[in-house]
């Protein structure tokens, strides 16, 4: 099966660059499943697990916390505001997260910003099912 080169970057630098036969991503308008020679394209993307397949099995799992993907046919480049590896997560810290962003929610306080928390409670929970191999 033909590849492609992939690289994922944050502004804190480089997180990613491998070669792989496949790449799947959660985009604003639904999963992208990207292949060699895909139609060139830019999508935002939402949080979620950017799954790549090299070799016909998954080959790695990375947290991503929105960002943007360019296409061209032989290079994928996702700009993400923040990226980590599913083997490099803590999880005891990703479940803490989770755990705090959902108190906040449970909290009937008016100082607190349920848009700020319901965003956090994501990206908690997509971090942990990126270091479990949940998708």
Not at 10 to 17: K, Q, R
Not at 32 to 50: D, F, K, T, W
Not at 84 to 97: C, F, P, T, V, Y
């Amino acid at each position: 099966m033909k590849t492609f080169n992939v690289n994922i970057v944050t502004p804190d630098g480089p997180v990613l660059d491998t070669t792989v036969e496949l790449l799947s991503a959660r985009a604003q308008s639904g999963d992208l499943g990207i292949m060699a020679g895909h139609v060139p394209m830019v999508a935002p993307l939402q949080i979620g697990v950017v799954r790549l397949v090299t070799g016909g099995k998954q080959s790695e799992l990375v947290a991503i916390s929105g960002g943007f993907l360019e296409v061209r046919p032989d290079q994928v480049t996702i700009l993400a505001q923040a990226a980590e590896k599913g083997e490099n997560i803590d999880l005891s810290r990703a479940q803490e997260a989770q755990r705090r962003a959902e108190q906040r929610l449970q909290d009937n306080q008016d100082n607190v910003d349920f848009k700020r928390a319901e965003l956090a409670l994501k990206r908690a929970i997509n971090r942990i099912n990126a270091s479990q191999g949940n998708l």
